[in-house]
């Protein structure tokens, strides 16, 4: 995992808190001008980055929800095979504007899911609604895309613990990306411009021409070990392993939109939801 910062100081000590960010290579082709990409609507964790997170039908009057990884959950990192839903929380998160100025202070009342099986991901819900964010602060959230990301495509991942964003392209998918003792589905692996660290764990991947979050931000492979901790390896459909040291990945969420019904409400009986159930 990109650690909740476990020896995220020590990346930094090589990689350099003030080092430029990496700029996405240029496309052969220019469909769509960019969207300006920046760190309203991030938040940051006690040891992760996160955002405030809304899905196509969502309404402005529903409780806001914040997207993390798995692994940032508060109580520990869910076991293989287990889902969290409905569970109590108080977490506070610091809400951030466009410039990655601290805002306010957002809080929890619940983990509404939590899973480290097949995907790697906690969505919290807010005591607050979008409105109230909006009119408070001016801030909006972040729309998570319903639709499965395309190669190729120019991302940005937004640290909001760092106040950091890092540029690249999106390189490919994983079938299969294993990691200790989890395994999750269809990752989406960067280029190497994304050189992410300990404490970026749950930043939104933002695709830069939609400004929509196609995936969460949740590891990377850092010594060239296979398949060990902080060290995932890539199996494909024929079981053969390949190991890239100092490539991050993430998890797709265009598959998260179908479990949560009306009122931001999941329901994971819904028609078209693949998350894993408890």
Same mark, same amino acid.
């Given at each position: ?33 960019? @969207?300006?990409? $920046? ?10 980055? /996160?955002? #405030? !997170?809304?899905?196509? +039908? %969502? ?6 929800? @914040?997207?993390? $990884? ?10 293989? /095979?287990? #889902? !969290?839903?409905?569970? +109590? %929380? ?189």
């Amino acid at each position: 995992m990109n650690k909740p910062l476990l020896a995220a100081l020590s990346a930094l000590a090589v990689a350099g808190l003030g080092a430029t960010p990496a700029v996405a290579a240029p496309q052969h082709t220019a469909k769509a001008a960019a @969207v300006t990409v $920046n760190f309203a609507g991030t938040v940051s964790l006690s040891n992760c980055s /996160g955002s #405030v !997170i809304r899905f196509p +039908s %969502s309404a402005d009057t529903d409780p806001a929800l @914040v997207m993390t $990884n798995g692994h940032c959950l508060e109580t520990g990192f869910p076991e293989p /095979g287990e #889902v !969290i839903t409905g569970q +109590s %929380s108080s977490r506070s998160f610091g809400l951030l504007n466009a410039s990655g100025s601290r805002v306010a202070t957002l809080r929890a009342n619940q983990v509404v899911y939590s899973t480290m099986t097949d995907t790697d991901v906690t969505i919290y819900r807010l005591t607050t609604t979008y409105a109230q964010i909006k009119s408070a602060y001016g801030i909006s959230p972040l729309t998570v895309n319903d639709t499965h990301p395309t190669a190729g495509t120019a991302i940005k991942v937004v640290s909001g613990y760092w106040k950091r964003t890092y540029s690249c392209n999106l390189d490919g998918f994983v079938y299969r990306l294993k990691e200790g003792d989890w395994t999750w589905k269809d990752s989406l692996r960067y280029t190497s411009s994304c050189n992410t660290i300990g404490g970026t764990s749950g930043s939104p991947v933002i695709d830069t021409t939609t400004g929509k979050v196609v995936a969460v931000n949740n590891t990377g492979n850092e010594d060239g070990e296979r398949c060990t901790e902080n060290n995932p390896c890539e199996v494909d459909e024929n079981g053969n392993v390949t190991v890239r040291q100092g490539i991050n990945y993430a998890e797709e969420t265009y598959q998260i939109p179908a479990c949560f019904t009306t009122g931001n409400k999941l329901n994971l009986s819904a028609a078209g939801c693949v998350l894993p159930k408890p």
